[in-house]
């Protein structure tokens, strides 16, 4: 008897820190598995069951995004923070996510760009946007370092001695006419934060 579950991942996916990887993160489904009745786990082959864990693994590895009121709260405070940057013209509020390591933050972050991006997409169906950016804080970081993770994410050509104006230039003009709402800079130097 073979029980039908979920497919195995076909092929790595690239990181949320580029284009590619993180429009892969937005469109991606959470997966459903339903274990199998008790009786008809036992009654696997060793190679039904064998697929069968390696599946259950991959279900698990998948790290599905549970809304706790937590990340309910962060999202719907980002939400709030844009549309009340709609209208500014100069400096617009931020968020800062804050808390213990491994306590959800880039979980919630993350959910946060996904949910606007989604939004997004539906408002403006036949638009070519970028509506979110998401990087991480390069270690030991420099104002360089920070515009090229931008650059990066958006697949923007860099020469080796390049400024850090010229980068940061670039990069405003194609989040300029990308019609960027939303840019996600997730700090991850514990070294830093911890001490």
Known sequence: MVVETAELPSASRAPTTTLQGWRSFVSSVAPEMDPPDPAVLAAMSAIERERYD????SYH??????????????????RLLMMLNQRE?????GLVVS??????KTTA????????ELLIKR?????????VV????????????????FANFLGLPQRPRQNVTDIADAVCQVLTDAKTDLVIVDFTDRDLCCS
Do not use: C, F, M
Request: proline share 9%; glycine share 8%; net charge positive.
């Open 89 to 93: 013209i100069s400096a617009r509020r």
């Open 54 to 57: 390696e599946q259950r693994i």
């Open 123 to 131: 408002k403006y169906p036949r638009q070519d946007r970028i509506p």
């Open 61 to 78: 590895s998948e790290l599905v995004i549970v809304e706790t009121s937590t990340v309910r709260s962060i999202t719907n405070q980002g």
């Open 134 to 149: 998401y990087i991480t804080t390069p270690p030991k970081g420099s104002p360089r370092k920070l515009a090229s993770e």
């Open 109 to 116: 972050i993350k959910l946060l760009g996904k949910t606007h």
């Open 99 to 104: 808390g213990p390591w491994a306590s959800g």
